[in-house]
């Protein structure tokens, strides 16, 4: 059985450690050398590039999020193992892990390793399909020849230079479609590399809860118990029809994913359909510069994003949940897309002004979406507004001060309230 040595990268014939340097970080499957699609997940990614940053961190459960009313970002492993999860309210995973340290998220450093992150990805593929900063679809379909080397030695290769060069660890999946890939790359986190090849799919999906496909969230999940749906097994003995006119299209998706059959076709293009960022108040506000400066801050955020992953957008959202939970959202379109944090500012705090809902607020949230190329960001001229030229200028000039020597090199006073 083909055999790969993660730690020394030598292929060699199936045992119980590495011929070479004796490791026992190996992954052996009969079809190792034959499959190429893959999904590479970074490790507990924020949280990773703190620990990196900040050796006085590395023995400890940190936990990236916002504040005792703000929502976890990312938990290390220390603090996943005593239950905290990302998206849980902050004071929850608190009461969980008391000793964990939190830490503010710091979106240019998770830019940054990111991009560094891709740069690498680059050297293997250009069939690439970024899911957010941390995550990736890979496809090395024929790229054997050009690296002198199949794609699971390739991947093994990326992670280990993952470690070496940036202290950062990935998982990955590697297997003959997206579905099968990212399932894998969850069986073995940390540090993972799973493989589901060709002639096991079926017998490994029957074995595997309905919830493992992706998409399949709670409310589904719940409605396909109704339906005396808890397992793939249980859904493989339904009908193709039977499914959709239960479920729908969702019917159709659920039929051919439990088979292990998905076509998608690995797609710069098929990534992220939205940008946003949004923050918990410790407190419920209608102070008007506090909520000026969240605006701000959030549109730099967002445009900080797209900017990274060379990505513009047309339409600018805003969201404001009120201190009794209603939840209120409002868009406008833009006449052509844009990057600039100037401009998502200006139309997400357009849409506050005229809103019509009165605080107190406990969250609020600006966002991007309808996204094209940077290459199509910014190419019209408001006659109505002469100095937005400059500002854009300004704007630039302030991402390249930043760039070399750091976000907090200039700081815009607004920021600060």
């Avoid at 990111?114 to 990736?136: G, N, Q, V, Y």
């Avoid at 590697?174 to 099968?180: C, Q, T």
């Avoid at 994003?305 to 868009?331: C, E, H, I, N, P």
């Amino acid at each position: 059985m083909p055999a790969l040595c993660r730690d020394c990268l030598t292929p060699f014939q199936t045992g119980a450690r590495c011929p070479a340097c004796r490791s026992p970080r190996i992954v052996a499957h009969p079809e190792l050398d034959q499959l190429s699609i893959a999904h590479m997940d970074c490790d507990a990614f924020y949280a990773s590039v703190e620990k990196r940053d900040n050796p006085d961190l590395r023995d400890k459960p940190v936990i990236v999020g916002g504040g005792q009313r703000g929502v976890v970002s990312t938990a290390c492993y220390l603090a996943r193992i005593k239950g905290v999860r990302s998206a849980m309210p902050m004071f929850q995973a608190l009461k969980l892990c008391p000793e964990a340290v939190v830490v503010k998220p710091r979106f240019s450093a998770y830019i940054e390793a990111s991009r560094a992150i891709r740069a690498m990805m680059e050297e293997m593929t250009p069939a690439i399909e970024p899911l957010s900063l941390d995550e990736a679809f890979l496809d090395l379909t024929g790229t054997t020849r050009l690296h002198g080397a199949p794609p699971a030695v390739m991947l093994a290769r990326l992670t280990k230079r993952m470690e070496d060069e940036l202290g950062l660890t990935g998982s990955v999946g590697l297997s003959h479609n997206k579905f099968l890939a990212k399932i894998a790359s969850d069986l073995d986190k940390p540090r993972g590399f799973s493989v589901i090849g060709q002639a096991e799919t079926q017998a490994f999906l029957a074995r595997q809860p309905v919830r493992v496909i992706w998409g399949v969230g709670t409310a589904t999940q719940a409605a396909l118990e109704k339906a005396g749906i808890r397992g793939i097994a249980d859904l493989l003995r339904w009908d193709r029809q039977d499914l959709m006119a239960r479920f729908g299209q969702m019917g159709e998706r659920l039929y051919h994913l439990a088979r292990g059959e998905d076509r998608r076709r690995v797609s710069r293009d098929a990534g992220l359909k939205s940008i946003s960022k949004e923050t918990t108040f410790f407190e419920d506000t209608v102070d008007p510069d506090i909520l000026d400066g969240h605006i701000w801050r959030l549109a730099e955020q967002v445009a900080d994003r797209a900017k990274a992953k060379a990505l513009s957008g047309r339409t600018v959202t805003l969201k404001l949940k009120r201190g009794d939970f209603q939840l209120v959202t409002r868009r406008h379109s833009l006449p052509d897309p844009t990057q600039l944090t100037d401009r998502i500012y200006r139309a997400a705090k357009e849409l506050f002004d005229h809103a019509g809902v009165v605080g107190p607020f406990r969250l609020i949230g600006v966002g991007i979406s309808d996204l094209a190329p940077e290459a199509a960001a910014d190419l019209s001229r408001d006659l109505l507004d002469p100095d937005a030229g400059q500002r854009a200028k300004a704007e630039r000039a302030t991402d390249a001060i930043r760039a070399r020597f750091g976000a907090g090199a200039i700081i815009k006073g607004r920021s600060l309230r």
